[in-house]
């Protein structure tokens, strides 16, 4: 966990990773968490990690993030606050596991992950 953006560049992490999906649809990175940073309009947004989906059939990648529900700065989150649906928040929120963190990305359906424009 890197609660600096200049405490990133130490020890040659690249803060970008490229994972494809396993056979069941399935994959795993292995990263450092984050640290909080700056929102665009001031104050900090909670930790969170960037996502593209490229995926076959799509004309265009998908942007989301992956924040996490351990963390407690979630509830000042201005891209978190700004989905007024709880459910919908969910999507974006990897939930704690014996080693790590579990996050299911859904392109359809009644879970479908939150996506943004960018």
Known sequence: RFPEAADASAGGFRGFARCPTDARGEYAILTLKPGRVA?????????????????????????????????????EDPVLAGLADPARRGTLVAERTDDGYRFDICLQGERETVFFDA
Do not use: M
Not at 45 to 61: E, N, S, T, W
């Open 39 to 75: 929102a665009p309009e001031g104050g900090l947004q909670a930790p969170h990690i960037d996502v593209l989906v490229f995926a076959r059939g799509l004309l265009k990648h998908l942007v989301t993030r992956i924040y996490f529900a351990d963390e407690a700065s979630n509830g």
